[in-house]
């Protein structure tokens, strides 16, 4: 009877311990620190075009309930396919990450190339990976077999897409295939282009891998090698002198590795193009061209047509051939007429003239060689010039310069500064830069390459437009998580040319559902601004990619006002060496909202400030920490890492006080900022801006939260509002 009472009474104490069990096991098991998503590589790295397979993505955190799954371009599905969740704990910058299972389907018609990807789970949001749609049948490396040498080589037939890991220090891998006399086969490797904007590719100070590729013949003989062919990644084509066994071999130029050193290879003995020539055609017309490149058996002639084209811009396409269809290539569809150069355009006698705007495609085809393009130019005028080359995969380094008749060297305006010559854009080997007319007359464009390198594959095409007034749009919008009723901020930031400095107008088009964005106006001589966003406080948990942009009123080539558009370009942040930060040039900005994450509410007082030249003001900001969330949170207005600032919001004149208190730790709070404006602060009318609040996820992550909106308005020394009317 004692054992039954005792065992009732175990019972009962037990049942009566439950719900506080419950409770300490859902608190400890609730998260904190709660950042992006830090996606590596796929495994394999390429799906065929019309197929259906599983996959695998590695990521540094968990990605269980994935919900969206978003490329830079529509067609592909990816569902998330764990059948129950997984932990993915953080293990440092040099791992691969937890692998998670997702289905992919890639429609038949979808272009092959390749696919910036984001994923968005019910929790956060993604950094970029990279996904290769290939025309081939994808091989995937055999685990656990070895295949570093010609006799243990893995078999693969051609045409394949072999996908691989040179996974450790001195690893190299090879294949090998059957092939037959006078067989045309090219062979490219994918490395550094499925990897490049991935967040934590640093490792050992060394980031992308740099491939080598060497194709060895029946005798064990080296028949051909290749470095850097698109960039750093590497290509091969040969035609087989005899029947027999061939074998490639792929490793890193430095003998380094790691589980991230994702590859695709594509090996085939279909046409394969470099580059069309001309590479243009204009919107509406057809044009003849010439295919340059390897197994057309040929066949080097091709139509362009741009007469049904909806868009314009460039893109790859494939053309078709007696010989079979080709690899798809980069060609552009143009609203401007468009030339080829003729190649006698070397000086400034035999300048081949241009009639803006139009594009003109030419090709260095011998060493030292330049080339020249003659306008006619008012004083006062702008006119653009923009060239492509590194970026559509071609290997020109170009330099250019504008000259007068006497070849006197005209000072052009690079990346928004004064310049002779210009070399590299912006994350770019293509040079682009505006050029204003000193006086009425005949110009002069040059182009060569940087190291006075011509031949087969140094074409490029050029873009020549009048311009007036102009701005680029940049800064921080890489990602953004939002729980219901809370808000977040990015930054942009205009660069301003050719003299404008009109009011630009900021906007975010595609928000997620629930989420909406504080209108945002930069007037004249301001530059930077905070994007606000709010979800509100029933927004469901969803995402969406969105495009950034501003807008103004300039006056156009005729003098007449006209609106011009301007896309934001969007970079990632790219670890680097020693913990620090690098930005990339990427495709996609990407807005999730969230269930709830380390700070629950983020207020700030008081919502209106007026200040004079010379004054200060306070504002009081509270947080309101997860019950996960321990750690401390630095409240600030600029995004800053160290000594760089990515991002800023106040206008010029106003700063941020160092007698502010910035550092919220243990049970504290609330803090305070304190701006000041100095004494020439210029007026400026309810500008918006926010309190941010960092919560550090690593040493150099930190996810960012904003508090309400604030105006803030700047009067002149009177204290007299000189914008009231406006």
Same mark, same amino acid.
């Given at each position: 009877?004692?054992?039954?009472?005792?065992?009732?009474?175990?019972?009962?104490?037990?049942?009566?311990?439950?719900?506080?069990?419950?409770?300490?096991?859902?608190?400890?098991?609730?998260?904190?620190?709660?950042?992006?998503?830090?996606?590596?590589?796929?495994?394999?790295?390429?799906?065929?075009?019309?197929?259906?397979?599983?996959?695998?993505?590695?990521?540094?955190?968990?990605?269980?309930?994935?919900?969206?799954?978003?490329?830079?371009?529509?067609?592909?599905?990816?569902?998330?396919?764990?059948?129950?969740?997984?932990?993915?704990?953080?293990?440092?910058?040099?791992?691969?990450?937890?692998?998670?299972?997702?289905?992919?389907?890639?429609?038949?018609?979808?272009?092959?190339?390749?696919?910036?990807?984001?994923?968005?789970?019910?929790?956060?949001?993604?950094?970029? !990976?990279?996904?290769?749609?290939?025309?081939?049948?994808?091989?995937?490396?055999?685990?656990?077999?070895?295949?570093?040498?010609?006799?243990?080589?893995?078999?693969?037939?051609?045409?394949?897409?072999?996908?691989?890991?040179?996974?450790?220090?001195?690893?190299?891998?090879?294949?090998?295939?059957?092939?037959?006399?006078?067989?045309?086969?090219?062979?490219?490797?994918?490395?550094?282009?499925?990897?490049?904007?991935?967040?934590?590719?640093?490792?050992?100070?060394?980031?992308?891998?740099?491939?080598?590729?060497?194709?060895?013949?029946?005798?064990?003989?080296?028949?051909?090698?290749?470095?850097?062919?698109?960039?750093?990644?590497?290509?091969?084509?040969?035609?087989?002198?005899?029947?027999?066994?061939?074998?490639?071999?792929?490793?890193?130029?430095?003998?380094?590795?790691?589980?991230?050193?994702?590859?695709?290879?594509?090996?085939?003995?279909?046409?394969?193009?470099?580059?069309?020539?001309?590479?243009?055609?204009?919107?509406?017309?057809?044009?003849?061209?010439?295919?340059?490149?390897?197994?057309?058996?040929?066949?080097?002639?091709?139509?362009?047509?741009?007469?049904?084209?909806?868009?314009?811009?460039?893109?790859?396409? !494939?053309?078709?051939?007696?010989?079979?269809?080709?690899?798809?290539?980069?060609?552009?569809?143009?609203?401007?007429?468009?030339?080829?150069?003729?190649?006698?355009? !070397?000086?400034?006698?035999?300048?081949?003239?241009?009639?803006?705007?139009?594009?003109?495609?030419?090709?260095?085809?011998?060493?030292?060689?330049?080339?020249?393009?003659?306008?006619?130019?008012?004083?006062?005028?702008?006119?653009?010039?923009?060239?492509?080359?590194?970026?559509?995969?071609?290997?020109?380094?170009?330099?250019?310069?504008?000259?007068?008749?006497?070849?006197?060297?005209?000072?052009?305006?690079?990346?928004?500064?004064?310049?002779?010559?210009?070399?590299?854009?912006?994350?770019?080997?293509?040079?682009?830069?505006?050029?204003?007319?000193?006086?009425?007359?005949?110009?002069?464009?040059?182009?060569?390459?940087?190291?006075?390198?011509?031949?087969?594959?140094?074409?490029?095409?050029?873009?020549?437009?009048?311009?007036?007034?102009?701005?680029?749009?940049?800064?921080?919008?890489?990602?953004?998580?939002?729980?219901?009723?809370?808000?977040?901020?990015?930054?942009?930031?205009?660069?301003?040319?050719?003299?404008?400095?009109?009011?630009?107008?900021?906007?975010?088009?595609?928000?997620?559902?629930?989420?909406?964005?504080?209108?945002?106006?930069?007037?004249?001589?301001?530059?930077?601004?905070?994007?606000?966003?709010?979800?509100?406080?029933?927004?469901?948990?969803?995402?969406?990619?969105?495009?950034?942009?501003?807008?103004?009123?300039?006056?156009?080539?005729?003098?007449?006002?006209?609106?011009?558009?301007?896309?934001?370009?969007?970079?990632?942040?790219?670890?680097?060496?020693?913990?620090?930060?690098?930005?990339?040039?990427?495709?996609?900005?990407?807005?999730?909202?969230?269930?709830?994450?380390?700070?629950?509410?983020?207020?700030?007082?008081?919502?209106?400030?007026?200040?004079?030249?010379?004054?200060?003001?306070?504002?009081?900001?509270?947080?309101?920490?997860?019950?996960?969330?321990?750690?401390?949170?630095?409240?600030?207005?600029?995004?800053?890492?160290?000594?760089?600032?990515?991002?800023?919001?106040?206008?010029?004149?106003?700063?941020?006080?160092?007698?502010?208190?910035?550092?919220?730790?243990?049970?504290?709070?609330?803090?305070?900022?304190?701006?000041?404006?100095?004494?020439?602060?210029?007026?400026?009318?309810?500008?918006?801006?926010?309190?941010?609040?960092?919560?550090?996820?690593?040493?150099?992550?930190?996810?960012?939260?904003?508090?309400?909106?604030?105006?803030?308005?700047?009067?002149?020394?009177?204290?007299?509002?000189?914008?009231?009317?406006?």
């Amino acid at each position: 009877m004692r054992c039954f009472v005792f065992s009732l009474m175990t019972f009962s104490l037990f049942v009566s311990a439950l719900p506080r069990l419950q409770a300490a096991d859902a608190k400890k098991d609730a998260p904190s620190k709660i950042g992006f998503r830090q996606l590596v590589a796929f495994k394999p790295a390429a799906v065929q075009q019309g197929d259906k397979r599983k996959i695998q993505l590695h990521s540094s955190y968990t990605l269980d309930n994935t919900h969206s799954v978003f490329f830079d371009k529509p067609g592909i599905k990816m569902i998330f396919a764990e059948p129950k969740p997984k932990d993915a704990p953080r293990r440092g910058r040099g791992s691969v990450g937890t692998p998670f299972a997702f289905d992919v389907e890639v429609p038949q018609d979808q272009p092959a190339r390749v696919y910036e990807c984001r994923v968005a789970t019910d929790q956060a949001v993604s950094s970029v !990976t990279h996904l290769l749609v290939t025309p081939y049948p994808v091989i995937e490396e055999e685990e656990k077999k070895e295949n570093n040498s010609f006799d243990t080589a893995q078999e693969v037939t051609v045409p394949s897409t072999v996908c691989g890991l040179v996974e450790k220090s001195e690893d190299l891998d090879c294949y090998k295939f059957k092939g037959k006399k006078g067989q045309e086969i090219t062979i490219q490797v994918y490395a550094q282009r499925v990897t490049e904007a991935i967040h934590t590719m640093q490792t050992s100070n060394v980031y992308l891998m740099d491939s080598i590729l060497t194709l060895y013949g029946p005798q064990k003989q080296i028949v051909a090698q290749n470095d850097n062919y698109y960039k750093s990644d590497s290509l091969i084509t040969y035609k087989l002198p005899a029947d027999g066994e061939y074998v490639f071999e792929i490793r890193d130029a430095r003998y380094v590795g790691t589980p991230k050193y994702a590859y695709c290879i594509e090996v085939s003995d279909t046409p394969f193009v470099n580059f069309t020539y001309p590479l243009a055609v204009q919107k509406g017309k057809t044009q003849d061209v010439e295919l340059h490149g390897f197994a057309l058996k040929g066949n080097t002639k091709a139509t362009f047509s741009g007469a049904d084209a909806q868009e314009t811009g460039w893109a790859q396409r !494939t053309f078709t051939t007696p010989a079979g269809k080709t690899n798809a290539v980069w060609t552009l569809v143009s609203e401007n007429p468009q030339a080829a150069a003729p190649n006698t355009n !070397t000086s400034l006698e035999t300048a081949f003239p241009l009639t803006l705007p139009m594009g003109v495609s030419g090709r260095l085809t011998e060493e030292g060689q330049t080339h020249f393009y003659s306008f006619k130019a008012k004083k006062g005028q702008y006119y653009s010039f923009d060239l492509m080359a590194n970026r559509i995969d071609l290997p020109l380094d170009c330099v250019m310069e504008v000259v007068d008749n006497k070849s006197k060297p005209q000072r052009i305006y690079v990346n928004g500064g004064a310049n002779s010559e210009a070399d590299d854009g912006l994350s770019t080997k293509d040079a682009n830069f505006y050029f204003q007319a000193p006086a009425d007359g005949e110009y002069y464009v040059t182009v060569r390459d940087l190291h006075d390198r011509g031949g087969e594959r140094f074409a490029y095409h050029l873009s020549a437009e009048l311009s007036g007034p102009e701005f680029e749009v940049h800064g921080e919008y890489y990602y953004a998580q939002i729980a219901p009723g809370t808000n977040m901020m990015w930054f942009a930031r205009v660069k301003r040319l050719n003299g404008f400095d009109g009011p630009i107008e900021m906007n975010i088009e595609g928000l997620p559902e629930g989420v909406t964005f504080e209108p945002v106006t930069l007037p004249s001589g301001v530059n930077d601004c905070g994007l606000i966003l709010k979800a509100s406080k029933d927004a469901p948990i969803n995402a969406a990619l969105v495009k950034i942009s501003g807008k103004a009123k300039v006056p156009g080539p005729d003098g007449k006002e006209i609106e011009i558009v301007r896309e934001g370009r969007i970079t990632a942040e790219i670890q680097s060496r020693g913990g620090g930060q690098a930005r990339w040039p990427i495709n996609t900005s990407i807005v999730g909202v969230t269930k709830p994450l380390d700070l629950l509410e983020v207020t700030a007082t008081p919502t209106e400030i007026t200040l004079k030249p010379g004054e200060s003001a306070e504002i009081k900001v509270k947080i309101k920490r997860s019950d996960a969330y321990k750690d401390p949170v630095t409240l600030a207005t600029a995004f800053e890492y160290f000594n760089s600032k990515f991002g800023l919001q106040l206008p010029p004149g106003v700063s941020l006080s160092k007698k502010s208190k910035t550092r919220l730790a243990g049970k504290t709070l609330e803090g305070t900022l304190i701006i000041e404006a100095s004494d020439k602060a210029k007026p400026i009318k309810r500008f918006p801006f926010a309190a941010m609040a960092r919560v550090g996820i690593t040493f150099s992550i930190t996810t960012n939260y904003a508090s309400n909106v604030i105006y803030l308005t700047i009067t002149d020394p009177e204290g007299k509002d000189k914008l009231a009317k406006k």
